[in-house]
């Protein structure tokens, strides 16, 4: 009788862009990766895991993993590499930069990644001590919740808000612009237990996503005008007398100055911007301010249009007026991640900056690779790590154009060969999350989550981490960052002075895999009770005190009303979306449709599109667009359709009826369809 081979188990934490950052237990055998479970022990995630990652395993074993460095032998994206040893690949890459910076100086070289992994050692800013080292580019790394967070940063400062476990005792819970049984599912438990106690659950969404079906009331806002919805909302509070008048008294800054803006906002104004009825709009601010505590889940989507800061201002004002935050699950969450005590100038180096150095931002890439913003000196070389921007970024087509150059050397460091790697001179292949150490923070909860190393890596697939110490080593580099093993990184970027950290260190997460840092008992916590808010003011700023140097969390946030376009409104308000009839009419003749591309279900964002099962779970691209609008094309039920813009394009089948356009996320993120960019929600 054949035994089986004992089971050793290590620690896991999800590496990917979802606030939930599941606590796992790798289970491993013969040296093998055989099973990955969640972790019943954490008390978020409570052993859970998502459809993405429930088979997190086998994606470690996935046959089209890339196993070895490669360098390209055919036309770029023809997919033609031959195999080169790592000695050759840093080798390469070295000589080639050498010979870039001899000529054109070190900032004709970018780094572009994103946040594919989050991980402090192995993801989004890994490589930003090396770069900046190197004197490059800048990557300004803003796809997604710089402005959001910028918005929550001048209102409210950098708090983390409502614990996600104190949900339970909320009332009247808000989820805005949030699929959170798709995108932030170990949440919804907290929600569903509230929701059982006898709190009302309103989604506010300008899609009927999963969540929004499983809420009390969903409410839904043309796209684009959450803003005018907020102010709506602000006005009939006032109207109706139900401002907490102590705590705005004590606690906010530029009340009078918000009402006379909010006086602008009349019922039948936003019922006619937003499609939201007039008397639905009192409705909500009645229970919003009787039903406490009433709570708020801001989703990132808010802020995906041209109004979207000023929209969240608005939101995030809305706790302050009704006093929400008094309560234990009263006010408002975003991102927890602002209480995390991580050292992130360690983690980025930012200090290595020379002054000057330009920063291009992630949403840019195109337009820098094909020469439209016109760099001195051009981009000459690119390395692409923890994002696939050929299917995630804008401007596809811009993108592909700049990839395609043949004066343009490109480095991309993945797991597969995606849609952005088959544009590399040279590809690099990386370890996957159980394969190397890690230490995540994350933007849902309060919890630092460990990841232990389970296995090696298959082939000769090396931790990102590694590829900065080999690459440090060629360019000469011997700064004791470059030195460090994951373990001591994991411990150097984390501040463990920090009263937050409880005075637990690294042996701590090896014993125990995650700690939940010291913001209070969740069942008790009112971190804004007494106001209290890290502002200039101390105070809710419904009008701006101060709206400089922010600096916080992973991105760095700064605002200069003379260098940075136009300058920021003092009170929150409503920018209307940029390419409508009434603000851009010719670009609207255009492209007279308004997508929506909601986060898929089945993937995250590129991650996973590639597994034959997950794409069956997943089902078809599909389009869902209104009677109206499939029969002035002549499209029926089932039709193949292409969605596009001179942006980018995509095709699905035709779905209908429904009210708006909407395109869900197949292989790839829609990124063009119509006049204006896509809304993730």
Known sequence: MNEQPAREMFFGACPHDCPDTCAMVYEVADGRLVEVKGNKDHPITRGGLCVKLKDFHDHHANPDRLLYPMRRTGPKGSKQFERITWDEAIAEIGTRWRDIIAEYGAQAIMPQSYLGNMGLVQGINSGDPFFNRLGTTVNEKTFCASGSSTAWLMTVGPTG??????????????????????????????????????AKVVVIDCYRSRTAKQADWHIAPKPGTDGALAMGIINSLIAQGLIDQDYVDQHTYGYEELKARASEFTPDYVEAVTGVKAADIAQFAKEFATD?????????????????????????????????????????????LWDFPVDWMKV??????????????????????????????????????????????????KIVQGLQREDLFTVVAEHFLTDTAKYADIVLPAAMAGEAEDMMWSWGHFYFTYNEKAVEPPGECLPTSEMWRRLAKEMGFDDPVFQMSDSELAAYYINWDDPKMAGVDMDYFKEHGFFKIDVGD?????????????????????????????????????????????????????????????????????????????????????????????????????????????????????????????RGDFEGVARAPTTWVTASSWRHSAIGGASTAPTAR
């Open 161 to 198: 808000g409502v614990d996600p476990e104190s949900f339970v005792h909320s009332k009247f819970i808000v989820i805005w612009a949030c699929n959170s049984i798709s995108t932030n599912l170990h949440h919804w438990p907290f929600v569903l237990e509230a929701q059982k106690r006898g």
């Open 292 to 336: 406490q505590p009433s709570v708020i889940r801001i989703g990132v989507a808010l802020e995906r249009s041209a109004g979207g800061g000023q929209a969240i201002r608005a939101v995030a004002s809305l706790p302050a007026l009704v006093g929400s935050w008094k309560h234990v699950g009263g006010g408002l969450l975003q991102m927890p």
């Open 348 to 397: 980025s180096r930012g200090d290595w900056i020379k002054p000057g150095t330009r920063a291009i931002n992630n949403l840019q890439l195109g337009r820098a690779l094909t020469g439209e913003m016109k760099l001195d000196p051009p981009i000459k070389s690119m390395f692409v790590y923890c994002t696939n921007p050929v299917s995630q970024a804008p401007e596809t087509n």
């Open 522 to 646: 969740a069942d008790t916590r009112t971190p804004h009770k007494d106001g209290n808010f890290p502002t200039p003011s101390g105070k809710v700023e419904f009008l701006l005190h101060d709206a400089k140097n922010f600096v916080a969390g992973p991105f760095r946030m700064m605002y200069d009303g003379d260098q940075c376009g136009d300058p920021v409104d003092p009170l929150p308000g409503y920018v209307p979306p940029r390419e409508t009839p009434e603000t851009n009419s010719a670009r609207a003749e255009r492209f007279p449709l308004n997508i929506l591309s909601p986060k898929s279900h089945g993937f995250l964002n590129s991650c996973y599109a590639n597994e034959p099962h997950k794409i069956k779970g997943q089902g078809e691209q599909f389009v869902l667009i209104s009677p109206k609008d499939a029969e002035a094309r002549s499209i029926r039920e089932g039709d193949p359709v292409r969605v596009f813009n001179d």
